[in-house]
C-alpha cells in the first residue's frame, strides 16, 4: 500500500519538485492523487483521481479529487484529497467482509510548492536574517496493527530551501512514531534570496478478506495540513508567488470548516457535504 503512494507522488511530480532548480520554470503548484480499489476475484471496482497544477493561479484556492469505489454491501474504499498551496488533506478508509481473497484498498496524496522572494522589512540585500516553517498536523489512524492483511496510515513531509546557497531544512512525519501536533524548523538566509517551500501528505487505508484483526481501517488527515512562515525581521515578505499569504493567522480555513477545531467528526462532515 505505500509503495502505491509513493508510486503515485512520484508519477504527480512531487519528488521532482524537491530538487534543486526542477521548478525554475514555475514557482509554485499544487499536486492531488487519489486511488481506490474493491475486488473480489473475478468482479472488482477501481476509481481513482487527480489534480496537477503546475504554475496554474488556481493552485492558490481549494480543490478537492473524491472516488469511491463499491462492490456489494459491505465492500467499500474511500479517497479523499483538499489542498492548495499551504494546506494539504486527506482521507482513506476501507471496509471488506470476512472471507475470500478480496480486499478493499485506498490511498490519497498530494502536495504543493511555492517560492518566497526575502524582501521587505527596509533591510539592505545580503543581511543575515532567518524564516521559521510552522507545520500543523492533526488526524488520526484507526488500523496501526503491522499486518499485511490489514492497516491504514498517515505520513507527511516538508522542507524549506534557500535557492541561492542551497541550504534546506527538512522533515519526514509518521503517524506510527510521531505524534501530531506544531513543528517548527528554522531555516537561515539572507535578503535578496528566495526560499522555495515543498510539502506532501499521504494517507492510506487496506483490509483483506482473509484480515483477522478488523474488517475496517481508516486514516483520516483531512484535518490538516497546515503551514505557515515567521520572519526574524518584521516586514519580512511572507507571501509566496502563488499569492498565498504564509502568515499564520492568514491560513485560509472556510467557515464551514471552523467545526474542525471542535472535534466534528468525519462522518458528519461528510453528511453535511453531501447535503
Same mark, same amino acid.
Not at 516553517?133 to 488520526?140: Q, R, V
Not at 546557497?165 to 538566509?189: C, E, H, P, Q
Given at each position: 500500500?505505500?509503495?502505491?503512494? %509513493?508510486? @503515485?507522488?512520484?508519477?504527480?511530480?512531487?519528488?521532482?519538485?524537491?530538487?534543486?532548480?526542477?521548478?525554475? @520554470?514555475?514557482?509554485?503548484?499544487?499536486?492531488?492523487?487519489?486511488?481506490?480499489?474493491?475486488?473480489?476475484?473475478?468482479?472488482?471496482?477501481?476509481? =481513482?483521481?487527480?489534480?496537477?497544477?503546475? +504554475?496554474?493561479? *488556481?493552485?492558490? !484556492?481549494?480543490?478537492?479529487?473524491? =472516488?469511491?469505489?463499491?462492490?456489494?454491501? +459491505? !465492500?467499500?474504499?474511500?479517497?479523499? &484529497? *483538499?489542498?492548495?498551496?499551504?494546506?494539504?488533506?486527506?482521507?482513506?478508509?476501507?471496509?471488506?467482509?470476512?472471507?475470500?481473497? +478480496?480486499?478493499?484498498?485506498?490511498?490519497?496524496? $498530494?502536495?504543493?510548492?511555492?517560492?518566497?522572494?526575502?524582501?521587505?522589512?527596509?533591510?539592505?540585500?545580503?543581511?543575515?536574517?532567518?524564516?521559521?516553517?510552522? &507545520?500543523?498536523?492533526?488526524?488520526?489512524?484507526? $488500523?496501526?496493527?503491522?499486518?499485511?492483511?490489514?492497516?491504514?496510515?498517515?505520513?507527511?513531509?516538508?522542507?524549506?530551501?534557500?535557492?541561492?546557497?542551497?541550504?534546506?531544512? &527538512?522533515?519526514?512525519?509518521?503517524?506510527?512514531?510521531?505524534?501530531? $501536533? #506544531?513543528?517548527?524548523?528554522?531555516?537561515?538566509?539572507?535578503?535578496?534570496?528566495?526560499?522555495? #517551500?515543498?510539502?506532501? %501528505?499521504?494517507?492510506?487505508? =487496506?483490509?483483506? +478478506?482473509?484480515? #483477522?484483526? @478488523?474488517?475496517?481501517?481508516?486514516?483520516?488527515?483531512?484535518?490538516?495540513?497546515?503551514?505557515?512562515?515567521?520572519?526574524?525581521?518584521?516586514?519580512?515578505?511572507?507571501? $509566496?508567488?502563488?499569492?498565498?499569504?504564509?502568515?499564520?493567522?492568514?491560513?485560509?480555513?472556510?467557515?464551514?470548516?471552523? %467545526?474542525?477545531?471542535?472535534?466534528?467528526?468525519?462522518?458528519?462532515?461528510?453528511? =453535511?457535504?453531501?447535503?
Amino acid at each position: 500500500m505505500r509503495a502505491a503512494v %509513493l508510486h @503515485a507522488v512520484a508519477a504527480l511530480g512531487l519528488v521532482a519538485l524537491t530538487l534543486p532548480g526542477t521548478s525554475q @520554470a514555475a514557482s509554485y503548484g499544487l499536486s492531488g492523487f487519489v486511488y481506490t480499489e474493491v475486488t473480489n476475484f473475478p468482479a472488482g471496482d477501481i476509481k =481513482r483521481g487527480e489534480v496537477f497544477l503546475d +504554475g496554474d493561479p *488556481l493552485a492558490a !484556492s481549494l480543490q478537492a479529487v473524491d =472516488r469511491t469505489a463499491r462492490l456489494g454491501p +459491505g !465492500s467499500e474504499a474511500t479517497a479523499r &484529497f *483538499l489542498g492548495q498551496v499551504g494546506v494539504l488533506k486527506a482521507y482513506a478508509s476501507a471496509t471488506y467482509p470476512r472471507g475470500g481473497d +478480496g480486499l478493499a484498498t485506498s490511498t490519497a496524496s $498530494g502536495g504543493f510548492y511555492d517560492e518566497i522572494r526575502v524582501t521587505g522589512g527596509g533591510l539592505a540585500v545580503g543581511t543575515p536574517v532567518s524564516y521559521r516553517l510552522d &507545520f500543523s498536523i492533526s488526524g488520526s489512524v484507526l $488500523g496501526v496493527q503491522p499486518d499485511p492483511t490489514f492497516g491504514a496510515f498517515g505520513t507527511a513531509s516538508v522542507s524549506l530551501q534557500d535557492y541561492v546557497t542551497g541550504k534546506s531544512v &527538512f522533515m519526514n512525519w509518521d503517524n506510527r512514531r510521531d505524534a501530531t $501536533g #506544531i513543528y517548527s524548523l528554522t531555516l537561515n538566509t539572507v535578503v535578496g534570496s528566495s526560499l522555495l #517551500i515543498n510539502a506532501s %501528505l499521504q494517507t492510506g487505508a =487496506r483490509v483483506q +478478506g482473509n484480515s #483477522i484483526n @478488523a474488517r475496517f481501517a481508516e486514516a483520516d488527515f483531512y484535518h490538516s495540513a497546515l503551514y505557515s512562515l515567521t520572519p526574524s525581521v518584521a516586514g519580512l515578505n511572507v507571501v $509566496g508567488l502563488s499569492g498565498h499569504d504564509f502568515t499564520a493567522a492568514a491560513v485560509p480555513e472556510p467557515a464551514s470548516w471552523a %467545526l474542525m477545531g471542535l472535534g466534528v467528526g468525519m462522518v458528519a462532515l461528510f453528511k =453535511r457535504r453531501r447535503a
